[in-house]
């Protein structure tokens, strides 16, 4: 077992990330305001923990990450804790980072990046892995890390390409720039903007609403389907995408929603 298996394994406990439940929303906190929220190994750790016992709650409809008080989502990497680590050590930060991403990319319940203050290097790789993005109009973000003398390790170049596609990423990468949220924006990095004013966690909150009343298989298989498509030539796709549609055309929710609109009511989805 490596390392990273292991400590994947003994994992537990929050050790820099609160976790609220209101309804069916879970909200979690990267909480070390004092480092800009910086992801140590624990965070990360943390972060794939909760992905994991997340996708077996039945009753989760959406799952909203953000970062403490109003200056970072998170500053990316903690660079202090770096500072001690030789180059194996880093290794294995970033093979965690891999699996700890990948898990909460393959939630089967959305999940929603609020991005308050910064969000650079692994905070915006950290956002880039869930399925939507929002962001304060003070928001600043990027993948900042070649001017530390590295490049994005978290996944950047390679989900970001996905959304943006490729010459827009290395224009971001290459000049290492920090975007303002209009900019983000424009960019396609985030999806919307909160109201002037408003914070992101707000903005979010209100914005995954309508999640609670969803139905939630076709929302999995939807997810599914969707971040299967970059991964698969159009047949491939096509194949798959018809796989996910077997577990909605199967499901009672489906049924339910027939039913609703000759009654000329809303449905009540169960998630059956
Ligand atoms: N890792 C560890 N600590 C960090 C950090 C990081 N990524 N980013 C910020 N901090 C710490 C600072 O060292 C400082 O701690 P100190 O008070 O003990 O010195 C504290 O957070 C506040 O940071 P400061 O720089 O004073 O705040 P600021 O509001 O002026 O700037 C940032 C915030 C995030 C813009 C700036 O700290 C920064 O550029 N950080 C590095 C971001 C980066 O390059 N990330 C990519 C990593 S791959």
Redesign the pocket.
């Known amino acids: 077992m490596s390392q990273v298996e292991r400590e994947i394994e003994t994992a537990g406990g929050s050790v820099g990330v609160t976790v609220e439940r209101r309804g069916g929303i879970a909200i979690w906190t990267i909480d070390r305001p004092?480092?800009?929220n910086?992801l140590s190994r624990s965070v990360v750790r943390e972060i794939g923990r909760l992905a994991r016992e997340g996708a077996r709650d039945a009753s989760l409809r959406a799952v909203i990450v953000t970062g403490a008080g109003d200056?970072?989502f998170c500053?990316?990497?903690?660079?202090?804790?770096r500072q001690g680590m030789v180059e194996e050590e880093v290794r294995d930060f970033l093979s965690l980072y891999r699996v700890c991403f990948r898990d909460l990319d393959a939630m089967p319940v959305p999940v929603i990046a609020a991005i308050e203050g910064?969000a650079?290097?692994?905070?915006l790789e950290l956002a880039l892995s869930c399925d939507l993005r929002i962001a304060s109009r003070t928001a600043t973000m990027g993948l900042?890390?070649t001017?530390?003398g590295?490049i994005p390790g978290a996944g950047g170049t390679q989900r970001l390409a996905r959304e943006i596609g490729a010459s827009k990423v290395k224009e971001l990468v290459l000049f290492a720039r920090r975007l303002t949220a209009e900019e983000a924006l424009a960019y396609g990095l985030v999806n919307r903007l909160a109201a002037p004013g408003q914070r992101a966690l707000e903005a979010a909150l209100e914005w995954a609403q309508p999640f609670l009343e969803a139905a939630p298989i076709a929302i999995a298989a939807a997810l599914s389907a969707i971040d299967a498509a970059s991964d698969l030539p159009l047949e491939e796709g096509l194949s798959f995408e018809r796989a996910c549609y077997e577990r909605t055309l199967v499901s009672k929710d489906r049924t339910e929603a027939l039913r609703a609109f000759s009654e000329k009511r809303k449905p009540l989805f169960r998630g059956e």
């Open positions: 004092d480092r800009r910086a200056q970072a500053a990316g990497a903690d660079l202090k804790e910064v650079f290097g692994g905070g900042t890390e001017s530390l590295i």
